[in-house]
């Protein structure tokens, strides 16, 4: 056999050897990175998910037959990999569930020995009609469709989304009804977002290694290690407890950090007398309906001039709610969110519309990290506003503002497992 641009062909021995080499070397180097994963676990998860994940993939869509080789690769993974980047052992059903990208509930780790076949008939298919013309050795590249790689290319991918969906609701039901739920929010756009970030300290992406596994805790619906069994509030602690209880200020800590951060992405986009705690107009409301705010001391968290309308002023109002908590269990996230922005629209609207001439928008956040459909709408607006004043492109702006949010988030939910630990 003979080695060929970064692959071999050969013999089924001599592949089977060169891939054997190549998965002791990948092994020793995963094994190098569980050690970092101890102390460091969101630099050793970003550097697997990123880096050391995709050094076999080359190799699995150029080499056929191959995925028995990967059986040490894939118990180095389950046995130490990831037992040292959560601090625990997981379970069978566990691992089925980390094997998902991370927008179907999972943690992208996937196994190596499933990804083999499935690579290469991948590869295979979309290269299908160029290796034909290169096994003809016709050299006229005018009849290489393009657009048909494109399409198989696209094929593919929908192939993949069904057969994610497909295991996701398998492995979905082999979990308690209430952790089945956790799973779906751990799905919400943005809600995942920290997962696939870069750990890049000048923008405020990292976390320490406590930190990380209590944040996969949280998304899982795990118990969280080393809290105290009781509330410091007398009452019995768990993960639902720590959300809502109100001793310490951490939910008005939540609050007020993530106003802050609506503040600075509305400065950022250009907007002019951004304002928080804007106080409203006095009123003596006897036109207003009676479910509408009427006090003096009434206050927006956020206002600022020029979101939707040139000289026209928004106000914004925030509520984090934890999807969780027992006035919640029975309502589905979509039904959470649209209580939430009705019950904000019709204490404060009217009076924003007939006495301060402006409009409203109320920004609803779960604590999972996801958001109401008004607030999804607003960010959008903002990466438009963002992306035409840098000349950035919209997709990477709307990508930043979502992992933006949900650090402020996931930082206020560590910040609270913390407080109870000490």
């Known amino acids: 056999g003979e080695r060929h641009l970064g692959a071999v062909i050969g013999s089924t021995a001599f592949k ?54 990967f059986v040490p690769l894939e118990s180095t993974i389950c046995d130490v990999f990831i037992p040292k980047l959560l601090g625990r052992q997981i379970s069978e059903c566990e691992r089925e569930l980390f094997k998902l990208p991370v927008r179907f509930g999972g943690l992208g780790i996937q196994d190596p020995v499933e990804s083999a076949d499935r690579e290469y008939q991948a590869s295979k298919s979309v290269t299908k009609e160029l290796t034909e013309l290169m096994c003809q050795q016709d050299t006229d590249l005018a009849k290489f469709n393009r657009y048909e790689m494109v399409s198989t290319k696209q094929a593919i991918r929908i192939g993949r989304e069904i057969e994610f969906e497909r295991a996701y609701q398998d492995v979905k039901g082999k979990f308690s009804d209430e952790n089945a739920r956790f799973l779906d ?75 802050q951060t609506e503040s600075d992405l509305l400065h950022e986009a250009g907007c002019k007398d951004v304002t928080t705690e804007q106080q409203l107009i006095p009123t003596r409301g006897d036109h207003l309906r009676s479910r509408t705010e009427k006090g003096d001391n009434a206050r927006m968290d956020v206002a600022a ?61 779960s604590t999972t990290g996801g958001v109401g459909h008004l607030c999804e709408t607003h960010h959008k607006r903002l990466a438009r506003l963002i992306a035409e004043k840098r000349k950035e492109d919209y997709p990477s702006v709307i990508r930043y503002i979502r992992t933006e949010v949900r650090f402020v988030l996931l930082r206020s939910s560590v910040n609270t497992d913390v407080s109870q630990r000490n």
């Open 185 to 259: 929010m751990s799905r919400e756009k943005g809600s995942y977002s920290w997962l696939t970030a870069l750990p890049l300290r000048a923008l405020g992406f990292v976390i320490n290694k406590e930190g990380f596994r209590d944040a996969i805790c949280l998304r899982y619906n795990w118990a969280v290690p080393g809290i105290p069994r009781q509330c410091v509030c007398g009452v019995k602690n768990n993960n639902d407890h720590l959300f809502i209880c109100k001793r310490g200020g951490y939910v008005h800590i939540r609050h007020d950090a993530l106003v």
């Open 16 to 69: 089977e050897e060169f891939v054997k080499r190549k998965v002791e070397i990948w092994n020793r180097e995963l094994i190098e990175l569980s050690e970092i994963a101890v102390e460091e676990p969101q630099l050793a998860y970003s550097a697997y998910t990123k880096g050391l994940a995709h050094r076999w993939k080359y190799v699995q869509r150029t080499i056929p037959e191959i995925s028995h080789l």
């Open 305 to 365: 001039t020029g979101v939707y309308g040139r000289m026209e002023r928004t106000y914004f109002d925030v509520r984090v709610t934890y999807p969780n908590s027992p006035s919640n269990k029975s309502t589905t996230p979509k039904q959470l969110y649209h209580k939430h922005e009705v019950e904000k629209k019709a204490k404060y609207e009217e009076r924003i519309l007939e006495v301060e001439k402006g409009t409203f928008c109320p920004l609803v956040y």
